[in-house]
């Protein structure tokens, strides 16, 4: 018997709002615990919580970015159950009437077609606290309600999630657009992008769904990947021997790739909702959901497909550059400095961010050639660092310079990779870094020509074989040159020089 | 007669003359206190009357005179007792619960701001049932409060503190809060003047949820005038309170004098069926007919289905209860009765332990209307109910300015005698719940006492936001005693 997957989505996303979702505390991340607190969120006796507009904005330009239906009245709900992080011992929720509705989201699937995830439902809560257990088991437990009150977004999939793979393209796809509609970074290592997974077998030509399991714990998309991987094999084996599953809730150890039970359904808590009777519904009106939608940024797949027509960008580029918009914005601001190679005329065209870039610059391969230094240099030191982009040393126009610097032939690629890692661990400019270390390529070529005949002087075997047809030799002999240039000579013109030299020695 | 024993509206004058302070005014009441307390029979009205907080208080008023804010005339400076579920900053909030005994607020609620704005003086936490659960103050942690009138009977609940305190002279005028009449029937049972305002004209703020789509801070005092003056103090929109009105707060201390000539009030069959004692009957028919000596006009009007709103009121307000108390657990403040590495028995025992049997009685009730499978049959259809009920109101408000009803169906009983049997108590909210489920304001004004010298208030309820038109028509009953 074979199985279809069935596979559905909760995400809780963290709005980045500057203040809580009921209160007006900070949302700032890493700050002494609770001292981000007052009565609201502290839940203390006849305090009472009431919306912050940014929190709603944001959930609303969600709800647009993924298509949803806003609804015009939505009503927050109490979900009820005691725990130490829970200083209310309710959470305020959206549940029967939740502000976003009946969305989608495009992912291309692993044949390379195109394929629509259908969103349920994507509606406001707040976070709770944060628990600080002592490392001694029987130690005591500490609080932090400083993330208490957090805002949140809860997207919810429908279960038209088929493999693994595209459960992680959801996902990718799901963080792209949280980070460009402005409504979370999504950093996974401040936990504000958290995923809970509902994942079922289905007999293969069969309408009825099979038990669902629920999976949380999974603290990386890889993390969700490898779960359901595990997940789908266990509910194989259990269902081709016969036996049958319960509904139960699994969470996943990231050590040993394997997801343990938890508690069975039976066992799960009646939230008790009821709406919220300390806020009014919610009512929106056309023109605020139509101010929200104005204000949405350049959506991503927009932007890739710009990216190609006016940078002449491959798809593949433009996609990994747009897979975040600090990164796109990035290269925008590189791609936008005028190239020192350009003729000044072009300088009318524009320079400005998200202005398109001189026709002649895209000519000259400049914003392809920026694409491939953030995509492999910058964004190798920025996973070796663990920084973001916008935190990083080197700055668009840094970036652009050191380019410019290249391209003029003023240092060589080899030289610009040094270059490089000096910027990144002093911040300076490239210009500054040639200067000092006088790193300049040497492009006279009555210096590099004497380098060659000194060269050609010292290694009078291995021109013999060159002579004797051993063509790698001339490679040989081009490092000696450049090593004998301290790596400073412009490379070509060694190749010309050398060509030129040996050719006149046959003819001798 | 001392200090304790005048209204708002002598002693402001006094204080204006500059005859009296403030502290003279709290000496008065201090001593009455004291002397109360050594009665056989003490009222026990307050759970903390603390003259060093209370002069911490002056002192603050005294700095904010110099100001000279024009809204401080209102009350230019006379102390007033607060109920114990209203938060004060640095003084106990107890809630009349032993979980928070110790418990000590904070911060100010948006009442007790809007009282100190307008020259009140926060002064002294009134007894109450505990978190304003009961219609007697006898579930109080701090014990029983006594009526004035018979220092046998209860005073009426859960603002049984306030409305005692004022009624003994022990303050010149409260705060209480009404969620199913919680200001009414002890302001009838204790012969003063109580209102709950339209639900959303006081903002919530700092008042200890009951349950939150009824609760109302309202005024108790000794007369009609003085209820319009605090009333005007403490009302107001609040942004910390998303229920709050954004209405302004007209002059009630002077709409106040308008005479109830021209009033179309409103006599609804419903509320004076079975159940309703003849004294009372007899009582409240007088008071409306002073009503219409005054120049109001009567007529019988129907409230068809007043008969849901006890079972309508017990479904909602013990689902919001049951949620709203969840936070008490003695974890992060409040009592902590046990000690130990199990947090489900933390849990259990400090809720044990930290709440009396009336309010653990309405939290497993709430807890059970909201339970998954029962919450259709139970929590949204009495949601239903409630539209009714407020159609009813809708309905009667095209024809008539006020509707004048019984509060309570029978006088102050014995201390004791209801205790054991809820629902009896329960079906003794029938005159004062349906207005709470409205959200509409009413008031209980002293309309004649019973053979035994127990007093029966009359209740006039108006359409939301027109108060105006109560303390009108009260100002008049008041005028003919």
Redesign the interface.
Known sequence: MNYDTVIGLEIHVQMCTKTKTFCGCSTEYGARPNTHTCPVCLGLPGALPVLNRGVLEKGVAAGLALNCEVRGTSIFARKNYFYPDLPKAYQISQYEQPLNVGGFVVIIDENGREKRIGITRAHLEEDAGKLIHDEDPKGPSYVDFNRCGVPLLEIVSEPEIGTPEEAYRFLAAIKEMMQYAGVSECSMEKGELRVDVNVSLRKQGERELGVKQEIKNMNSFAGVKRALEYEIKRQTKVLRSGERLRPETRLFDENKGATVSMRSKEEAHDYRYFPDPDLVPLALDRPFIEQVRKALPELPEAKRRRFTTEYGLTGYDAALLCSSPKVAGFFEAAAAGRGALLPAASDAEGTASGVPPPAAAVRSGRPKKIANWILTELTGAMNAMKVEIDRFAVTPSMLGELIDLIDSGEISGKMAKEVFDEMVSTGKSAHSITESRGLKQVTDADEIGAAVDEVLAEHEKVVKDYEGGKSSAFGFLVGQVMKKTKGKANPKLVNDLLDRKLGAREKQ | MGLNEQSIETLRELLKSGEITTTDIVRDIDAAIESDKRDDLPLNAYIRFDRAEIDRRVDKSEREKIKGLPSRDLLRGIPIGVKD???VLGSP?T?GSEI?KE?V???D?TAIINLERSGGIPAGKLNMDEFAMGSSTESSAFGPVRNPHDRRKIPGGSSGGSAAAVAGGLAVAALGSDTGGSIRQPASMCGVFGMKPTYGRVS??????Y???FDQIGPVTRTVMDGAILLEAIAGFD?????SAKVETPRFSELVNGGAKGLRVGVPDEYFGEGLSDEVRALVERGISLLAKAGAVTKKISLKYTRYAIATYYIIAT??A??NL????G???GTRFVKT?D?LTL?KENRRKGFGSEVKRRILLG?FT???GY?DAY?LKAQKARTLIRGDFEEAFKEVDLIATPVSPVPAWEIGTLVDDPLSMYLADIYTVPVNLAGLPAASVPCGATAAALPVGLQLIANHFKEGDIFRAARAVEALQ
């Open positions: 579920l209203i938060n909030t809630c928070l418990y607020s904070p911060y609620a919530r703020y700092g008042l200890v949820a349950a939150s789509s942004p910390a309170d998303s229920t689902a919001e049951s949620s969840a936070r008490f657990d974890i992060r403040y590495d947090l849990y807890t909201l339970s998954s919450y929590y």
